[in-house]
């Protein structure tokens, strides 16, 4: 009984008296440790401390594996549930040309679509960073090609060499 995610189970429970539930959950009071043990031992089953911050502890009397499975069920479908939101980064620089951004347009909307985060980076080189114009002028033009609808998270910024803005997709309504 190692894994038992926190839980005192049995011989594991170290108070005076403590707040039971039976198996069908009703309430059946504060009672002497003891007396719940044997309550438990009566019906063959454990008994789980399932608020040890309450005073006293609240106690319940029921089967632990399937608990604990039902538990794990529980935590399982949750993951299910989730949706995991990637960062997707496209770079290009100040000087690109009308297809390629056409291209990258394209590989914006895409993410988004997939309902991922899309960091647009432009990369200056050399004599080009005196003209980081031309980078703002490119992201604004990326922005009017992209049909996808999508928030701008982070306006476009410069950081060192790099300017770059993150855009996130509109939220649908469910």
Request: charged residues 35%; hydrophobic residues 35%.
């Amino acid at each position: 009984m190692a894994d038992n995610k926190g839980l005192r189970i049995n011989d594991q429970i170290r108070v005076r008296e403590v707040r039971l539930i039976d198996a069908e959950g009703n309430q059946i009071g504060v009672v002497p440790i003891v007396e719940a043990f044997s309550l438990a031992r009566e019906r063959e089953l454990d008994l789980v401390e399932i608020a040890p911050q309450a005073n006293p502890p609240v106690c319940k009397i029921l089967d632990y594996g399937k608990y604990r499975f039902e538990m794990e069920k529980k935590l399982r479908d949750s993951k299910k549930k989730q949706s995991v939101t990637k960062l997707k980064e496209i770079r290009m620089q100040p000087k690109i040309a009308s297809g390629d951004l056409d291209i990258k347009s394209k590989h914006i909307e895409e993410f988004l679509t997939e309902g991922n985060k899309v960091k647009v980076t432009i990369r200056f080189r050399g004599r080009e960073l005196a003209h980081t114009e031309l980078g703002l002028g490119v992201l604004n033009e990326v922005l009017k090609r992209i049909e996808e609808e999508y928030v701008v998270e982070k306006t476009p910024a410069m950081e060192g060499r790099f300017m770059s803005m993150t855009l996130n997709p509109k939220q649908k309504n469910k």
